[in-house]
């Protein structure tokens, strides 16, 4: 019904930057919100920052003036950029779509994930 393809991961140096991009695409009738989440090994998923249809971010304490979240409404993709990573970033991240699809049901999707690791 909606696929999610997502792009940009990858391994950097601390201090680097990356930027993922992820495309949701099928029958989409009108986004209430899309965002990202990441999971360590060993913790929990949690949401890393969303943006709603109308525009408006939201982010996690720990990336706060680092990460900024975007979106193209025509293309029903979202962006994250990621500036000045931290070890503690390392984590595979997923994107995630709430939306309506066919017969006004409002659900969540998910992308496979991206590996985005921080090293020297």
Not at 27 to 35: D, E, L, P, Q, T
Not at 71 to 76: A, E, I, K, S
Request: proline share 3%; glycine share 14%.
């Amino acid at each position: 019904q909606v696929q999610l393809v997502e792009s940009g991961g990858g391994l950097v140096q601390p201090g680097g930057s990356l930027r993922l991009s992820c495309e949701a695409s099928g029958s989409i009738f009108s986004i209430y919100a899309m965002g990202w989440y990441r999971q360590a090994p060993g913790k929990q998923r949690e949401l890393v920052a969303t943006i709603t249809g109308g525009g408006s971010p939201n982010y996690a304490d720990s990336v706060k003036g680092r990460f900024t979240i975007s979106r193209d409404n025509g293309q029903n993709t979202v962006y994250l950029q990621m500036n000045s990573l931290k070890p503690e970033d390392t984590a595979v991240y997923y994107c995630n779509v709430d939306c309506w699809t066919r017969g006004w049901v409002r659900s969540d999707y998910w992308g496979q994930g991206t590996q985005v690791t921080i090293s020297s």
